[in-house]
Nanobody, 115 residues
């Protein structure tokens, strides 16, 4: 089992920044991939960014160049630095962790970008 706890969401103006954190209950080296997804009202959950245990990162086109995913293995925490935020980034952001045969989700954290 892996528990994931997100934090760092909030209300920010267009062009502002936020940093989300996702704390895992066990070593990140045992979690093959960690990622961030988001779900806006009335829309399906969509992939935002991922980082592998080896440090390889990937981003959705909509956030590339604005968001950065990183990990701190000493704290078992993954971060999502979000810059140049836009109203269309408004959503509940979820942390995801994938181990062998299992996928785990956090409870989500709300990000609201005002215009």
């Amino acid at each position: 089992q892996v528990q994931l706890v997100e934090s760092g969401g909030g209300l920010v103006q267009t062009g502002g920044s936020l940093r989300l954190s996702c704390a895992a209950s066990r070593s990140m080296f045992s979690i093959h991939v960690m990622g961030w997804y988001r779900q806006a009202p009335g829309k399906q959950r969509e992939w935002v960014a991922t980082i592998t245990s080896g440090g390889t990162t990937g981003y959705a086109d909509s956030v590339k160049g604005r968001f950065t995913i990183s990990g701190d293995s000493a704290k078992n925490t993954v971060f999502l630095q979000m810059n140049s935020l836009k109203p269309e980034d408004t959503a509940v952001y979820y942390c995801n962790g994938i181990t062998v045969g299992n996928s785990y989700w956090g409870q989500g954290t709300q990000v609201t970008v005002s215009s």
